[in-house]
């Protein structure tokens, strides 16, 4: 059972609306490396660890995942309110304006939206952990390409905490891997699936 505490885990306060941010920083909400996609994997997998202490590092990350998709949402909308039809015409915002006003909608930046396919529950404690630690990878790779694009300090800052947070959960689920690998009772635990043959 989760706890929700009212307020963002860090604070987003944009005050120039720009859609032509908005149109490559929604993948973060919805594209393939998002945190949509991230809150979604950790939680699932987290039922097929072997050891408690991976369930709980999965269901930490994997809660923190939906603060993230929580604050990219807020970066969203504080970009999209209060825009001008010049400002979306402008910025090319015409085609997600016409199905989705100034809504968050969970897609990729290339406009195609969110799809579970995106990501992998395996049932494979080696195999999910190795997949999450290339998702975090992913993920601050993202971000990085969006700090290269981004100009406003206001955008700038919340971005930056989110990329920060990613290389701690790639060092978090590098040191569970790690543990898992320790405690099987094989030394060969890439020939077998320790959720599941021991």
Known sequence: MWTYEKRLEYPVNIKNPNPAMAKFIISQVGGPDGELAASQRYLSQRYSMPYNEAKATLTDVGTE??????????????????????????????????????????????????????????????????????????????????????????????????????????????????NVQDNLNSTNFYAINPSFDL
């Open 65 to 178: 995942e939906l603060a993230h998709l929580e604050m990219v949402s807020a970066i969203i909308h504080q970009l999209t309110k209060g825009m001008t039809m010049e400002q979306i015409k402008a910025a090319g915002f015409e085609t997600y304006f016409v199905d989705h006003t100034a809504g968050v909608y969970p897609q990729a930046a290339a406009g195609f939206p969110f799809d579970a396919l995106s990501f992998a529950v395996k049932g494979d404690a080696i195999t999910d952990l190795v997949e999450d630690m290339a998702a975090e990878q992913k993920a601050r790779t993202t971000y990085d390409n969006i700090l290269r694009m981004v100009d406003d300090p206001d955008v700038i800052d919340p971005i930056r905490y989110l990329r920060e947070r990613e290389v701690v959960h790639f060092q978090r689920f590098g040191e569970t891997l790690r």
